[in-house]
């Protein structure tokens, strides 16, 4: 009998070729239930995978728990066991101050303030989402009809280095560095898609990443009230329209 992937507790008799990786373990079961049928397979660390169908193709939602390591983590034992095509949901912090709370943001590309990208190609190689991936969000974003920009991210390390840099020793680095980011149009800040782009081009697969704003500090550096929104079905839904669209597109092929 096949031995499991070591971290995610899968078998190739359980992958699929599309997947759907939220951070908490806890989305996954809100992205299966979009799913045509759907069922939890593993449990392990972070890693909670419900598998189910689209359109009649296996899909998986399996959760990579918070920053880049463990997100590598999956996705390489993902890989290991079929899958080619990935496809990230997850939550940001606008940067510019038309990224309001509960808008989209379809990353393009990310910059990276990672540190497990760099394991895996050096600084000069870019974190790029794959095109037919991008496409397919914006395209089930704009079906959808909900409100969404498209452009860099920002995908981190340090969640505290962002929101308390004054504490850091490196405190002028990293406020500077932020400054930059928002001068050259950064969207908003993560913690995964980084890693996310640069594995999935070195080991040639499919990878776009799309987030809900829950907040923005720049609006409330302005002095304007700081509305947080929590609710990350309409990027949910994006995400899962978008993988019925590249099932579509991949069949047609």
Known sequence: MPKPEY????????????????????????IASYFDS????????????????????NVLAVSTG????????????????????????????????NVLPGDLVIATGAIRMDGTSKEYM??????????????????AGGKLGFPYHTGIVQAKDSFYGQHSPDTMGCADEL????SAWIKGGCLA?????????????????????????????????CGMP?????DTDCAVKTAVEAVRLLIKADKEK
């Open 66 to 97: 918070i920053g880049g390591p463990s997100a590598a983590i999956c996705m390489e034992e993902l890989i290991h066991i079929g899958v080619d095509t990935f496809v990230r949901v997850g939550t940001c912090g606008g940067m510019q101050l």
């Open 122 to 139: 050096p600084l000069e190689f870019p974190a790029v989402a794959d095109l037919e991936v991008t496409n397919a969000l914006v395209k």
């Open 226 to 230: 700081e509305n947080r929104n929590t």
């Open 189 to 221: 800040s993560e913690m995964e898609s980084a890693t996310m782009f640069v594995l999935a081009s070195l080991r040639r697969a499919r990878a776009g990443a799309i987030f809900h704003c829950v907040w923005n500090q720049e609006i409330a550096e």
């Open 175 to 178: 406020k500077s560095k932020w």
């Open 7 to 30: 971290h995610i507790n899968l078998t190739a008799a359980q992958g699929a070729k599309y997947a759907i990786l939220p951070g908490d373990p806890a989305r996954t079961e809100q």
């Open 38 to 57: 759907a069922e939890e397979i593993a449990f392990n660390r972070e890693f909670r995978t419900f598998r189910g169908t689209i359109d009649g193709e």
